[in-house]
């Protein structure tokens, strides 16, 4: 069955330039979309399609795609992107939608 | 500016029917798809169901079919999920986010503020 998976956990030291990935069959063929979501909070989408950014997202997030992974880049990590990031595309048919597991992102 | 507005938090008892709303302003309502997504207490988000809020065309992710109901009521710009008896289980935080973009490359964006489902009895 169709899937997307994500590492549970990262870290990274203030300032350094962390990699966030989310891989599945699917993403072959659909781009993944990326959600930043802070406790307590409603997530906020922070990239979408090949590598756009809403308005208001600072440009040291960006997005990549290669084969059955996408990944989340933030270069030059903030404290206050600590947060939970959450992939989302669709199923490998097209039909249905599927998040990713999530990643917390520690910020040292 | 793009908003949804869900309603308020809920407490129900096992087997109670409940139903939460989501209304959207800022932009045509018709044109775009509504999701909505449930996280449970400690947990990932989840991808519950899509509907069209155009023409009623609903779908729902095998996870969630024939556990809740969603619709749209054009003229209040306003979604709904529906449950007609809610379990222990359901207890979570939903959210409702607007969908767009194509098949190849779609997105949620905005999302409304979340509405706390707690069900106990």
């Given at each position: 069955s169709s899937e997307l998976t994500q590492d549970p956990a990262v870290s990274v030291a203030l300032g350094q330039t962390v990699r966030i990935t989310c891989q599945g069959d699917s993403l072959r063929s659909y781009s993944a979309s990326w959600y930043q979501q802070k406790p307590g909070q409603a997530p906020v989408l922070v990239i979408y399609g090949k590598n756009n950014r809403p308005?208001?997202?600072?440009?040291r997030f960006s997005a990549s795609s290669s084969g059955n992974t996408a990944s989340l880049t933030i270069t030059g990590?903030?404290?206050?992107?600590e947060a939970d990031y959450y992939c989302n595309s669709r199923d490998n048919n097209g039909y249905h939608l599927m998040f990713g597991e999530g990643t917390k992102l520690t910020v040292l | 500016e793009v908003q949804l507005v869900q309603s308020g938090a809920e407490v129900k008892k096992p087997g109670e029917s409940l139903i939460i709303s989501c209304k959207g302003s800022g932009?045509?309502?018709?044109?775009y798809w509504i999701g909505w997504v449930r996280q449970m207490p400690g947990k990932g988000l989840e991808y519950m169901g899509i509907i069209y809020?155009?023409?009623?065309?609903t779908r729902y992710s095998p996870s969630f079919q024939g556990q809740v109901t969603i619709s749209v009521d054009k003229s209040s710009s306003t979604a709904f999920l529906q449950w007609r008896s809610v379990k222990a289980s359901d207890t979570a935080m939903y959210y409702c986010a607007r969908h767009g973009g194509t098949t190849a490359e779609s997105w949620f964006d905005p999302w409304g503020q979340g509405t706390l489902v707690t069900v106990s009895s």
């Open positions: 308005s208001g997202i600072p440009d990590a903030q404290a206050e992107d | 932009y045509s309502f018709t044109n809020a155009h023409d009623s065309n």
